[in-house]
């Protein structure tokens, strides 16, 4: 199986920056798209950024101009560049990827990171 360890979450002011990350592991055997979710209290989780193996990229427009993705191929690795954070982006956010892995063949993967706590506030 494939595991998700996200990192980089924390408490920070208005304006300010934030970098998350996100390790895959396991018996990876090709990774597709990797993304960022994120969920508010009493809201349903939403998609905030993804990825493409070859690079191609989508965000929700909440967050365009000042949110970027991108990822390590080599590391297993994306990362969520957060730039002129505000109060609304408080959430947790959650990794996601899809892709292989290897086992008595290779099989598809779908999994999600435990978590990581973004709190904007003042």
């Known amino acids: 199986q494939v595991q998700l360890v996200e990192s980089g979450g924390g408490l920070v002011q208005p304006g300010g920056s934030l970098r998350l990350s996100c390790a895959a592991s396991g018996s990876i055997f090709s990774i597709n798209a990797m993304g960022w979710y994120r969920q508010a209290p009493g809201k349903q989780r939403e998609l905030v950024a993804a990825i493409t193996s070859g690079g191609s990229t989508n965000y929700a427009d909440s967050v365009k101009g000042r949110f970027t993705i991108s990822r390590d191929n080599a590391k297993n690795t994306v990362y969520l560049q957060m730039n002129s954070l505000k109060p609304e982006d408080t959430a947790v956010y959650y990794c996601?990827?899809?892709?292989?892995?290897?086992?008595?063949?290779?099989?598809?993967?779908?999994?999600w990171g435990q978590g990581t706590q973004v709190t904007v506030s003042s």
């Open positions: 996601n990827a899809d892709g292989t892995f290897l086992s008595d063949s290779i099989e598809p993967f779908g999994s």
